[in-house]
T-cell receptor, first 111, second 114 residues
Framework: DAKTTQPPSMDCAEGRAANLPCNHS???????VYWYRQIHSQGPQYIIH???NNETNEMASLIITEDRKSSTLILPHATLRDTAVYYC????????????FGTGTRLKVLA | EADIYQTPRYLVIGTGKKITLECSQT?????MYWYQQDPGMELHLIHY???????EKGDLSSESTVSRIRTEHFPLTLESARPSHTSQYLC?????????????FGEGSWLTVV
């Protein structure tokens, strides 16, 4: 099963872009990269996912390297409400559809 | 927006009591999950279900049990609660065949056993 590695914490100034990296060097060809975030005391919230192409939605952009061994979640204009723990997940496709969450990156947006 | 609901959101109960945490989703998703999370810690999968009458244990051993009699309902039960069961319990669901199989979470149930 592919695992992910993320920095434990990051700070970002309000209004600036927040770039959150994730390594997934053992990812398989048919596994998607997902990003979720969890604001204190709430359930994780889906942000974006991708397979090999870069993706963008109203919340964020996802950049996946050509070899798919790493990705970056970009919040283009971070606000104080983006302060949360961000999880990078590789979808396990062994038939169980389990999602394994790691420790994530604690992003703090500073005023 | 995800339509998955958990009740109660917060509960304080005494040791030895039986408790059921309710989880319902209105999206018709076939797969449902229970995660356990202590404050500031990782989420751990404790139960999941592929569909009606299907339940499996997750990666973290749990004394809780689950049932899946209806597609939309996936309750979690603790027969005899202990202080070690104090935690946040998160229910989630996903749909087979959806692109990427996105998982959606409820708001969580905070359980305190005294």
């Amino acid at each position: 099963d592919a695992k992910t590695t993320q920095p434990p914490s990051m700070d970002c100034a309000e209004g600036r872009a927040a770039n959150l990296p994730c390594n997934h060097s053992t990812i398989s060809g048919n596994e998607y990269v997902y990003w979720y975030r969890q604001i204190h005391s709430q359930g994780p919230q889906y942000i974006i996912h991708g397979l090999k192409n870069n993706e963008t939605n109203e919340m964020a952009s996802l950049i996946i390297t050509e070899d798919r061994k790493s990705s970056t979640l970009i919040l283009p204009h971070a606000t104080l409400r983006d302060t949360a723990v961000y999880y990078c997940i590789v979808r396990i496709t062994s038939g169980t559809y389990k999602y394994i969450f790691g420790t994530g990156t604690r992003l703090k947006v500073l005023a | 927006e995800a339509d998955i609901y958990q009740t109660p959101r917060y509960l304080v109960i005494g040791t030895g009591k039986k408790i059921t945490l309710e989880c319902s989703q209105t999206m018709g998703h076939d797969k449902m999950y229970w995660y356990q999370q202590d404050p500031g810690m990782e989420l751990h999968l404790i139960h999941y279900s592929y569909g009606v009458n299907s339940t499996e244990k997750g990666d973290l051993s749990s004394e809780s049990t689950v049932s899946r009699i209806r597609t939309e309902h996936f309750p979690l039960t603790l027969e005899s609660a202990r202080p070690s069961h104090t935690s946040q319990y998160l229910c989630a669901s996903s749909e087979t065949g959806s692109v990427g199989n996105t998982i959606y979470f409820g708001e969580g149930s905070w359980l305190t056993v005294v």
